[in-house]
């Protein structure tokens, strides 16, 4: 079954003996860490997978048992999982409750579109992108974490990148770019646990590195710091923007210039995060308590493009995206106050999952 975590000991008692392998189960995944840490203070017992350590089954103390995979648990239904999974319904669900959420459309493979009948081609795709008017951002409709998220500034990259996502998604979204802050804010059962700033992925010249080596410095303190955050040098993106910037990965930034190197400000993609749930305006308070609710999820992250959260709500604000199982670890991973906050929200989900 796995290894048994003992809820007075904290510490595994013992390995299955249908274990491939005899050595101690290495680094655990960041979620797996915190609820094998959590599961006793509330005198819970977890028991974990031990190869990959990605699932475990928590038995509380009342008896009651759940399951968990990475962020994944029971907090809230397959149903409402499914559909904040992908991004288009999502969008559709949040206009027709009076939502601010983004223009846009999605578009297929050829074969898809033989199959349903539809026109929303890669070709289409570049069309539509060029009614909104440029630039525009091309996602993969299902994909988390900011993969292959790009701006696009005409109908060739559209079709490009639309090309791209179609082999790893059946669905891309073409999303009018919405200027402004990147913020997201972490709901369970109504209250704002956290809510950060996302800042896109960054380089600052020192006057000497290229920014080939900034960026391999960046991509060490990540690992300094055990974050998991993977840069790819040869990724498109990089090479698209340093273009545009009329500079490449052997260009020197001067001392003190900083230039950001992607247009999504995911943390998985190399962003950075800026702790802001003090200053969360009361307003934005009841937004997302407004959204989570009608789209039924307890627990959920909600991304937020506006003007500036700390002030009311300003009525050109969009709903982006909302996450049904919020990935906090490079949040958490951004201080001791990260992540405490992290582990608070994690120690409620336990509770709340106690409850039922």
């Known amino acids: 079954m796995g290894i048994f975590i003992d809820p007075d000991s904290n510490v595994p008692v013992g390995y299955c003996p249908a274990m491939p392998r005899k050595q101690p189960l290495p680094e655990m995944p960041f979620i797996t860490k915190i609820m094998v840490k959590l599961c006793p203070k509330i005198g819970a017992a977890a028991v974990v997978e031990p190869e990959f350590g990605y699932v475990g089954q928590i038995t509380f103390r009342n008896g009651k048992r759940t399951f968990f995979r990475n962020r994944n648990s029971s907090i809230n239904s397959h149903g409402v999982v499914e559909i904040a999974r992908d991004k288009g319904y999502t969008s559709f669900f949040l206009r027709k409750m009076g939502y601010n959420a983004p223009v846009e459309q999605t578009f297929f493979s050829d074969a898809w579109c033989k199959n349903l009948r539809s026109k929303r081609t890669i070709v289409a795709a570049g069309t539509f992108a060029s009614k909104l008017g440029y630039p525009v951002i091309v996602k ?76 391999k410095d960046k991509q060490q303190s990540f690992e300094r710091s055990g974050r998991d955050t993977r840069l790819d040098l040869k990724d498109f993106r990089f090479q698209w923007k340093l273009r545009r910037l009329k500079m490449s990965l052997r260009s020197v930034l001067k001392k003190g210039e900083k230039i950001f190197l992607l247009d999504n400000a995911n943390l998985s993609t190399g962003g950075d995060s800026v702790d802001v749930t003090p200053r969360v305006h009361q307003d934005y308070r009841k937004l997302v308590r407004s959204v989570a609710r009608d789209m039924e999820l307890r627990l959920c992250g909600i991304d937020i493009i506006t003007s500036d959260i700390s002030k009311p709500l300003d009525p050109h604000h969009v709903i982006l995206e909302i996450n049904a199982a919020p990935g906090l670890d490079h949040y958490a991973s951004s201080g001791k106050k990260q992540q405490k906050i992290v582990e608070g929200l994690y120690l409620k989900v336990l509770k709340a999952l106690e409850r039922g």
């Open 140 to 215: 993969p409709n299902h994909f988390s974490q900011g993969v292959l998220v790009t701006k696009a500034w005409n109908a060739r990259e559209v079709r490009n990148v639309a090309k791209a996502i179609l082999k790893r998604d059946s669905v891309a979204l073409v999303q009018k770019f919405i200027p402004g802050r990147d913020y997201r804010i972490v709901v369970l059962d109504g209250d704002v646990i956290s809510a950060y700033e996302r800042i896109p992925l960054t380089v600052t010249g020192d006057g000497r590195k290229t920014v080939g080596q900034l960026l």
